[in-house]
């Protein structure tokens, strides 16, 4: 009886080891792929402008089990799809300059008081005292000469004038074309807070929705994030990134970006920079350094092809100050301003061009992904004056 009872208890100790050893083999699987070195997969980026994708180390790399099959790159919108959306949300964030404008113009007597209101309206828009004087100027002429205060008529004078301060002339394409199986190297610029970083990714998603190879380097590397979150925005797209060791020097990343883009006959190599306005000096001595060295693979006849400036278009008159800042460290080519959503200060489009004399190239009106498209002027115009 005893030797019954005694296997029965072995019988039982047995099947509670095995039971055990099956609990316990999905954890050490686990554990396994964790430390193996497997490819990792980012976790897709929050959207918002000036914030960008999520830079938790955990958040950002997902290690992938066996049998997992890679992330799905998502498709970006095309440029030119995205305008006609991003006009109806320019218009609704300039409701009250256009129709402002609009109302002060249709009145019956357009006399000295109501010409020094059309003047306030466009100063407070911050189209800038230089711009508003010469609108208002031409303005008062045209009327005075045609003799109609139609107000059909009115509307299209105001949006003759405001095209012509916006400057349609003016060259905004990118620089986005290989030489001679080169890259093209484009450096982005910025305080940070202004969208930077995110901006660049976006600027990959418009590229890549052309058809062009991309690759992303990681200049910014006093902040850590910066690196993480450029990553993420790139791997969304199918885009890679250069980055070294928090702290590294920002012209070595560069130039082995443009090394590696010249290698692997990439169209064009996006370089994020630091965004520190500590002192003007050093911001100077440390974008002019990148801006050399990351040109040195290219050739003695070449030099980076695009330095964009990202402005804060919510930042009024104080963006104005920065964009000065920067355009005397690197030779501005253009500009990319976010956030136009979110002001009715579109003027700061004709503040900006004037204070630095080159173009506004690219505009961000919201927070998604896609909500950066080529600036136009004509666009914006009508959908100030038909808002």
Avoid: H
Wanted: net charge negative; glycine share 12%; with cysteine.
């Amino acid at each position: 009886m005893e030797s019954v009872i005694y296997a029965c208890i072995g019988v039982l100790v047995l099947l509670v080891i095995i039971a055990g050893a099956f609990l316990l083999a999905p954890s050490k699987r686990r554990r396994g792929d964790a430390t193996s070195g497997t490819v990792t997969a980012p976790e897709a980026p929050g959207t918002g402008v000036g914030t960008g994708p999520s830079t938790s180390p955990d958040s950002d790399e997902e290690a992938l089990g066996e049998g997992t099959s890679a992330p799905v790159l998502e498709t970006p919108t095309e440029p030119t799809s995205r305008l006609a959306r991003l006009r109806d949300r320019l218009s609704k964030s300039n409701t009250t300059l256009g129709r402002g404008l609009l109302t002060l113009l249709s009145r019956e007597t357009l006399d000295e008081q109501t010409w020094e209101e059309v003047e306030d309206l466009l100063i407070m828009a911050d189209i800038g005292v230089d711009p508003t004087t010469e609108i208002v100027d031409a303005l008062r002429e045209r009327v005075r000469v045609l003799g109609t205060g139609d107000p059909a008529a009115l509307k299209e004078l105001l949006r003759e004038e405001l095209v012509k301060a916006v400057d349609p002339t003016m060259d905004r394409a990118l620089a986005v074309d290989p030489i001679d199986g080169s890259p093209r190297v484009m450096l982005v610029v910025g305080v940070n807070g202004a969208g930077k970083t995110t901006t660049v990714g976006k600027i990959a998603r418009v590229l890549v929705a052309e058809g062009r190879t991309v690759l992303l380097g990681a200049a910014d590397t006093f902040r850590a994030a910066a690196a993480e979150q450029l990553t993420t925005w790139g791997a969304r797209v199918g885009v890679d990134t250069v980055r070294k060791e928090e702290g590294a020097d920002p012209a070595s990343v560069a130039y082995t970006a443009v090394e590696r883009g010249i290698d692997e006959s990439i169209d064009v190599v996006l370089v994020d920079t630091a965004g520190r306005l500590q002192n003007k000096k050093g911001l100077m001595d440390e974008l002019g350094k990148v801006k050399r060295v990351a040109a040195r693979p290219l050739g003695e006849d070449r030099g980076v092809d695009e330095v964009l400036l990202v402005l804060d278009a919510t930042t009024g008159q104080n963006g104005l100050q920065q964009a000065k800042v920067f355009s005397e460290a690197v030779d501005i080519t253009g500009i990319a301003l976010t956030k136009l959503d979110g002001t009715a200060k579109g003027g700061i489009v004709v503040a900006v061009q004037r204070t630095l004399g080159v173009p506004v190239k690219l505009i961000g009106l919201g927070e998604g992904a896609d909500d950066l498209a080529p600036f136009d002027a004509q666009g914006f115009v009508d959908a100030i004056v038909d808002g």
